[in-house]
């Protein structure tokens, strides 16, 4: 038999770029970097697809644009709060059937990154 599907995972890396995130005093006053890894998993994908056209997949020109107005819209204190709010409007997007997703504050600490990492959905 044939294989005609593959399972397919749309993968964002190092997506670097200021929230307003944070209960510091100076994070309340200017945003702060953050980096975001995404992955989007959208099922059993045709091997080849009908045709070669952006409109028929996932376009993560528009994936990019949803995470960084997500993360930017509005100051969070928590970094639980951004990376659940992201998580859930990452789900609502057309045949993503599961999500994972890490947040990293890179400057909170001199000597360490902190970061958050949610899944969920099918994996």
């Known amino acids: 038999m044939l294989n005609t599907k593959g399972l397919q995972t749309l993968t964002l890396t190092g997506l670097r770029f200021d929230a307003n995130l944070g209960i ?8 702060q970097p953050i980096q975001v890894d995404a992955e989007l998993n959208l099922g059993p994908q045709p091997l080849l697809p009908r045709d ?3 409109t028929h997949v996932l376009d993560y020109r528009k994936v990019r644009q949803i ?12 970094l639980e709060s951004l990376i659940g709010k992201l998580a859930h409007r990452l789900m609502q997007l057309p045949g993503v059937l599961g999500v994972r997703v890490k947040i990293a504050k ?4 001199d000597d360490c990154e902190v970061a958050i990492r949610i899944e969920t959905g099918q994996w």
């Open 24 to 31: 510091l005093a100076h994070e309340k006053t200017a945003p």
């Open 52 to 54: 070669d056209e952006i």
């Open 67 to 78: 995470i960084i107005k997500e993360c930017t819209a509005e100051h969070v204190n928590l």
């Open 106 to 109: 890179l400057k909170i600490f």
